[in-house]
Every structure is written in structure tokens, then in C-alpha cells.
């Protein structure tokens, strides 16, 4: 399925089968998650090579690669980094300047092979069915390091509660944090999700906290809800911002930053917070809600993305039929 140009439904397209080439594997991909970072680029808010095929968490079966990947490998977000800049030289590739990514810059999963440079896959154990395993190479990753840039939060908000808020509501309740879910207005099926996965209380974005947080996540691409996620955090709290993209923020009133209260975003992931994540899902352990859809059905998982026609995350699988 291939994105020809912005704002255009992605494209069904026989292309010749990809050929890895010195360093990278080849994978039958078994299914990819569906993010809203492909919307965003399907939108035209993020810029990407054209033509491209989109998709960026990938689980495939190694048809070619070495051993030490095994049989079936992940391929999440980050695709290639220099490993020469000052942010590579210091652990912090996710900042590289000339980083590729997947699904942007190079080819990504929304299509039946594909090919990865094997030093940015993860070995995947058969423990996850495919499905559930594919939310974790970047809802999981992203709202991991999101949650670990959100310090030790002891009340933690949560602001969209999609892919990302549903597996860091679980690594976060697992961790003994108080979570508090904020969703669309009226959401009650998705607040009771929220609740069920172990938030302490969920309720409509556009309301008050019942009480001070100590850190808010905000999973939603809506710049309107950093200040309202800024007034809800206690003197001393932090407010993140996970998304790759998001909406203008509003003028903010000096008084809601005040008192040492922190905003920050978070960019991309390393390649460390892959393994550490994937090291911790099972032992909490993490348990993904998917909705899967045939390959051939993209736009509709991305309109049914955009819409929040679904609980937790969207994945396409080859030859599956939609849920």
C-alpha cells in the first residue's frame, strides 16, 4: 500500500519483491501496526520521500539476515543513524540529524516483505502473537520513554487514550502509580477501557483532574491541551508531549509554567529504549487490545484511526479479516 502523495488514499501497487543489501534483513512482514505518525504523513503534516510505503511497526518472519535475529524480528520507527554526530557519540541517536526512518524515509510494512537494516531490529520471541507484539515497536516504545522522561510520577495523567496510553496505563498502574485517564469528551466506552487496564479514574479531557498530578503524558496531537494539562500538574511537575506531531500550541500565561513546572517533548527512540522496553512488557506483562485489518484495507484502518472507531491499537495482516 503505497503513499504516491500527501492528502492521496494510499495506492495497491504490485512492486518487484525489495533485495536486502550488504547489512540488512529481509522480512515476510506478518503484520504492522497502523500509527498516527502514518496518518500524519498520509495527512501531509509530516513530510516523507514519495513514493513510500508506510508502516513502522513491523513483525516479519527472517527469510534472510543472521542468526542472532532468529526467526522473526521487529523493525520500529528508527531505521538508520549516522553513529558520528555528537547526539549519536552520546547516546542520543534518537536526535541524529541525518536519522532515516521507517515508513518515511525508507520503505516500511504496509506491504508483504520489506527490508531493515538488522542493527535497528529486535529479536521478537514467539510469547506475543504477531498482532499484539506489532503496538509494542512504537506505541509501546514511545510512551515507555515518555513515561521514564516524566521522572516518578506518583499521580500520572494520561491525555488520549489510544495505542500509547493503553500499554503505559499498564506498565504505570504495574509500577504502582496512581493514572489518570483524559479522553475525548463523551468517551465513556474509552474511559471504562481506560479504567479496566488500571487507571484510578478516567474522564472527558476538557474537565479537571479530581485532584493534582504530578506529571501528565499527552498522547493527543492537540496543542490545546498543553495548558490544560499544565494547570492540572502540581508545582514541580512535568508535562510531556509524546506525539511526532501536534497541533499549535496556544499562547500559555506565564502563571501555568510557574513554579518550576517542567514541558518537554519527546522525539523518536533509541535503540536501548527498544530493549529495555521489550525486555519489560513481558514480565508486567503488557497485554495489547488490537483491531486487525487485511493489507489491503489501510485507508480504512487510517480513517478508522482518525475517527477512534477502535479500542487500543490497529494492525494490518496479511490475509487477515477485519475484526
Known amino acids: 500500500m503505497v503513499l504516491t502523495a500527501a492528502k492521496a488514499p494510499l495506492e495497491l501497487q504490485d512492486a518487484p519483491d525489495p533485495r536486502p543489501g550488504p547489512g540488512q534483513a529481509l522480512l515476510r512482514v506478518l503484520t504492522c501496526g497502523v500509527c498516527r505518525t502514518d496518518l500524519h504523513l498520509a495527512d501531509g503534516e509530516l513530510s516523507a520521500r514519495l513514493p513510500v510505503i508506510l508502516g513502522h511497526q513491523i513483525v516479519g518472519e527472517v527469510l534472510e539476515g543472521p542468526a ?6 521487529g523493525v520500529p520507527w528508527l ?67 515518555a513515561l521514564r522522561l516524566s521522572g516518578e510520577p506518583e499521580r500520572l495523567g494520561l491525555y488520549g487514550f489510544g495505542a ?31 479504567r479496566s487496564l488500571g487507571a484510578e479514574w478516567a474522564g472527558d479531557s476538557g474537565h479537571p483532574a479530581p485532584e493534582e498530578l504530578d506529571a501528565a503524558i499527552i498522547f493527543a496531537p492537540a496543542g490545546e491541551l498543553v495548558p490544560i494539562a ?45 530493549r529495555d522496553f521489550l525486555a519489560l512488557a513481558p514480565r508486567i506483562p503488557v497485554r495489547t487490545e488490537v483491531t486487525t485489518y487485511p493489507l489491503a484495507d489501510a485507508n480504512r484502518a487510517l480513517e478508522d484511526l482518525r475517527a477512534g472507531r477502535f479500542r487500543g491499537a490497529a494492525v494490518l495482516a496479511i490475509g487477515a479479516t477485519a475484526d
Open 68 to 73: 542472532e535475529l532468529g526467526a522473526r524480528a
Open 230 to 274: 499544565l494547570r492540572a500538574v502540581a508545582p514541580g511537575g512535568t508535562v510531556v508531549c509524546a506525539g511526532i506531531h501536534m497541533s499549535d500550541i496556544p499562547s500559555l500565561r506565564y502563571a501555568d509554567l510557574w513554579q518550576e513546572r517542567t514541558l518537554r517533548s519527546v522525539a523518536n527512540l533509541t535503540r536501548q529504549d527498544g
Open 79 to 145: 531505521a538508520w543513524t549516522c553513529g558520528e554526530c555528537r547526539y549519536c557519540r552520546s547516546g542520543r541517536e534518537n536526535l541524529c540529524p541525518r536519522a532515516r526512518f521507517t515508513g518515511r524515509d525508507v520503505d516500511g510494512g504496509f506491504a508483504e516483505l520489506a527490508v531493515a537494516d538488522t542493527r535497528f531490529c529486535f529479536p521478537l520471541p514467539e510469547r506475543h502473537p504477531a498482532p499484539q507484539a506489532a503496538p509494542l515497536l512504537c506505541a509501546g516504545l514511545i510512551g515507555a520513554r
Open 164 to 194: 500509547s496510553a493503553h500499554i503505559v496505563c499498564q506498565v504505570a498502574a504495574a509500577q504502582g502509580r496512581r493514572v489518570f485517564a483524559f479522553t475525548r469528551s463523551g468517551d465513556t466506552d474509552g474511559q471504562a477501557f481506560a
